[in-house]
């Protein structure tokens, strides 16, 4: 064990070189990563087996395999190396590629659905180091998650914000139809009469039979049937491949999931109330380039998802308004 007078003695620029031969699993990958030559890391390898009383890799072939203490000795030192780099880095920049940073993103649902498979999609490749940990929350609970530092980031519909949380709008979302065309004939435009006798497949957060759209057939007099109640957006496809039945979801989770599972997305013959989508974050992680650079790609991706997820008869309204003269 080292006593303090070893640690001080310590040199610890032998630490970087290991964590880039743990990485590289090569003495000249390592010295072309740190931008030095091969022989100085070939000398702090040999200084590294004997303070640590271990050969740490053995070649295999053309590459280093590290062995049981070197794996031990890298989940130890490898977290504390990446932040004395965080912290010698400051806000000023971020390098995705070198960040073994993990990120927590809260969501509902729905949102989870567009947006986990594209995190997963970019921490598994080579260009991203960080990871994502997606968490479900709502918006009754985001502004206590940020205020705790449980996640980094939540996405949602916002109310009542505190002023020290900071929001961007990224998308305004309307609804469509998912049905299975193996069950319900789509030859012609769902009707009201048609729309209103199909038994429905709901996703209730509370586990109800009844959710906000039916405030709105209500009010116009109207009712439908909820056959079925679901917690999750995930299990909806599999529920309507079982009967005739009609789904009414939000249009970028109902043209993901047709997309997937080869159902049809229809226009809701009733003009439902859109809701809009924001990114929200504490006000003290605002400049932090780590999180900046985060938030940016989640907002971008959302809006382009969400964009494209606009129903026919919103892409027609807004294509009039554009051909109104000023």
């Not at 070649?59 to 490898?78: D, K, L, N």
């Not at 649902?109 to 598994?124: F, Q």
């Not at 294509?319 to 000023?326: E, G, L, N, Y």
Request: proline share 5%; with cysteine.
């Amino acid at each position: 064990m080292f006593n303090e007078n070893e640690l001080r003695r310590f040199d610890l620029n032998l630490l970087w070189i290991f964590s880039a031969l743990m990485h590289e699993r090569s003495a000249t990958r390592a010295a072309d990563r740190l931008g030095i030559g091969g022989p100085a890391v070939s000398m702090a390898l040999r200084r590294l087996r004997a303070e640590l009383d271990d050969p740490l890799f053995v070649r295999v072939g053309t590459e280093f395999q590290p062995t049981a203490r070197a794996t031990e000795f890298m989940r130890t030192v490898g977290p504390t190396l990446e932040q004395i780099r965080l912290g010698l880095q400051g806000a000023g920049s971020f390098d995705p590629a070198h960040s073994r940073r993990t990120f927590r993103v809260g969501c509902s649902d729905d949102i989870d659905v567009i947006l986990s498979p594209w995190l997963a999609r970019s921490a598994l490749s080579t260009q991203d180091g960080s990871r994502h940990v997606v968490c479900r929350t709502d918006f009754l609970v985001n502004p206590i998650l940020l205020e705790r530092d449980e996640v980094d980031l939540a996405i949602g519909v916002v109310k009542d914000l505190p002023k020290w949380l900071c929001s961007q709008h990224v998308a305004s979302a309307g609804l469509l139809c998912l049905v299975d065309p193996a069950h319900v004939d789509l030859s012609r435009k769902l009707s009201r009469k048609a729309y209103l006798e199909l038994p429905h497949v709901i996703v209730s957060f509370g586990g109800g039979l009844r959710g906000v759209l039916d405030e709105t057939l209500s009010s116009l007099r109207v009712n439908r049937y909820v056959a079925h109640s679901t917690p999750h957006f995930s299990v909806v496809p599999s529920i309507l491949k079982q009967g005739r039945a009609v789904a009414t979801l939000p249009a970028y989770v109902a043209r993901e999931l047709a997309h997937v599972h080869g159902l049809r997305c229809v226009e809701p013959p009733f003009d439902f109330q859109r809701f809009e989508i924001h990114v929200v974050w504490h006000r003290k992680d605002d400049k932090e380039a780590g999180h900046q650079w985060l938030r940016e790609r989640v907002s971008a991706h959302l809006a382009a998802v969400m964009g494209q997820a606009a129903s026919p008869r919103e892409v027609r309204r807004r294509s009039r308004a554009r051909k109104q003269p000023a």
